[in-house]
């Protein structure tokens, strides 16, 4: 079940890098930024680069350290 969970973390992270750069109703619907922010904007837009990577380092360190 770990591994699950973690590899979902890794996807969600890529979308989330892919949510800073690419504008497709699915990325869109995925970002992070609009979650949090009331008015999410393209200044906002690079969060969704940072949490990514963090979510999907994470998630791959995870899987990678069992």
Same mark, same amino acid.
Do not use: C, K
């Given at each position: 079940?770990? =591994? &699950?969970?973690? @590899?979902? +973390? &890794? @996807?969600?992270? &890529?979308?989330? &890098? %892919? +949510? #800073?750069?690419i504008?497709? !109703?699915i990325?869109?619907?995925? $970002?992070?930024? @609009?979650? *949090? =922010? !009331?008015?999410?904007?393209? $200044?906002? $837009? !690079?969060?969704? %680069?940072? *949490?990514? %990577? +963090? =979510?999907?380092?994470?998630? +791959?360190? #995870? %899987? =990678?350290? $069992?």
């Amino acid at each position: 079940m770990d =591994i &699950v969970v973690n @590899a979902g +973390a &890794v @996807a969600y992270g &890529v979308t989330l &890098v %892919l +949510a #800073s750069v690419i504008r497709h !109703p699915i990325t869109e619907a995925m $970002r992070i930024d @609009a979650l *949090f =922010i !009331p008015q999410a904007n393209e $200044r906002t $837009r !690079p969060l969704n %680069l940072l *949490f990514g %990577l +963090a =979510i999907a380092g994470y998630g +791959a360190w #995870s %899987l =990678i350290s $069992r």
